[in-house]
């Protein structure tokens, strides 16, 4: 039996679900393991599924895919592009997209998977898939650490895991050290004073403090942080108000936070949580801010020798060519808690989705921001080819490398 795992790919790509809310992604995760005769659990952390193959004596492999989708409206025009909706965690009917490839992870582990149980005579050991949900909201890796995944199956050597990216098709990017950065989600809320919309003086006006507390808040990264450091500040959405003419008693913001490593988070918290109590008590706010911290993730750190052995594998397969140091991403993972809890090495890398000429064009061009669209972008779509097949790949020489050769 050989997986169609274009088929797969684009049927999850048009049927995307939202953070543990991934019932159908996991049900199509369980019928390709059934298929191919890999033992499974399902429901582990809520929606997550962890595959095992048990090949004789050897290491064990863990090799993570999240499931995922986000709350965006597709403006690809694919012809299998998300017409799809859901239910975010305030209860609000929302567009939803695959818009950062997550259902591209999922086809390449699961076409990897069934590579390395048609090669078993190759290799000796175990793996582990990882099937995690909701790693949009931080949150899967720990949901499914807590409900045991750790204890109740083979515990890891080494955490293995990849994510497709805006490089070219064929091109890996993988680096020693800190890869991604932390994170932290917060939800502000600021208190006023309501009232009717044409007596503004009898009221204290949230949306002015909270119109005030974004604007300053960019202050934060322009003229707190050294240059030469990291730190992202981002106000990504606003809520207050029903109508024109009342103005609203509160009013809420959700920020999200990156930097490298502890002490910038400790410095960013710090400013940000100042900037907002101070706008709060210039605005004669009746009460403080409520300031909630929704997530927290460490950053994403590649172990460096077990990057160096890897790096060495995907040369030795693709080329030195096909592989780059891409530098630290701003964006933020939780698949580091498997290692870190684990007490193992993790190596994380990504891999290109754009057509080599279409990105060589934009480069030469200087178009790259207009033209290449990211991750989280509704314009969001890898190619499908050669992605899949080199996702795959990558895996299998990636399991391969540390696993027992045979």
């Known amino acids: 039996m050989t997986l169609d795992l274009e088929a797969i790919y684009v049927d999850l790509h048009r049927h995307p679900e939202l953070s543990f809310q991934e019932t159908r992604t996991a049900g199509i995760v369980v019928d390709r393991l059934r298929e191919l005769g890999i033992e499974f659990e399902e429901g582990i952390g809520k929606t997550g599924v962890l595959g095992v193959i048990r090949n004789g004596e050897g290491p064990v492999v863990w090799l993570r895919a999240d499931m995922d989708a986000l709350p965006v409206e597709e403006l690809t025009g694919l012809e299998y592009a998300s017409t799809a909706r859901g239910t975010d965690p305030r209860g609000t009917n929302v567009p939803v997209m695959h818009a950062c490839g997550h259902d ?34 931080g949150a899967g890796s720990q949901a499914m650490i807590a409900d045991g995944a750790l204890e109740r199956f083979p515990k890891p050597d080494i955490v293995l895991g990849q994510h497709v990216t805006p490089l070219p098709a064929g091109v890996i990017g993988v680096r020693p050290g800190t890869q991604m950065a932390a994170s932290d989600g917060l939800t502000v ?51 207050a108000g029903l109508k024109n003419n009342i103005i609203p008693a509160e009013a809420t913001l959700e920020l999200s936070l990156r930097y490298p490593d502890d002490a910038a988070r400790d410095r960013v918290l710090a400013k940000v949580e100042r900037i907002v109590r101070a706008e709060s008590a210039a605005s004669d706010a009746p009460q403080p801010p409520t300031i909630v911290t929704d997530h927290t993730l460490p950053p994403t750190i590649n172990d460096p020798d077990a990057t160096a052995r890897l790096v060495g594998a995907f040369e030795r397969t693709f080329g030195a060519e096909s592989v780059v140091d891409p530098g630290m991403f701003t964006g933020s993972e939780d698949v580091s808690w498997f290692a870190r809890d684990a007490g193992v090495p993790l190596v994380f890398w990504f891999w290109g989705g754009v057509d080599p000429q279409k990105f060589a064009a934009a480069m030469a061009a200087g178009t790259m921001e207009s033209e290449i669209p990211t991750n989280h972008s509704p314009y969001f779509a890898p190619v499908i080819h050669p992605t899949i097949d080199r996702g795959v790949e990558n895996l299998v020489v990636a399991a391969r490398e540390f696993l027992t050769a045979r």
């Open 104 to 137: 591209m992870h999922v086809t390449a582990l699961l076409g990897a998977l069934e590579r390395l149980v048609d090669t078993k005579g190759e290799w000796a050991g175990t793996i582990v898939a990882v099937f995690q949900p909701a790693e949009e909201h």
């Open 189 to 239: 809320t600021l208190h006023g004073r309501g009232g009717h919309g044409s007596r503004p003086h009898s009221t204290i006006d949230p949306i002015v403090m909270a119109a005030a507390t974004v604007m300053r808040l960019q202050t934060v990264v322009s003229r707190e942080t050294d240059p030469r450091d990291v730190a992202v500040v981002t106000v990504g959405s606003i809520h």
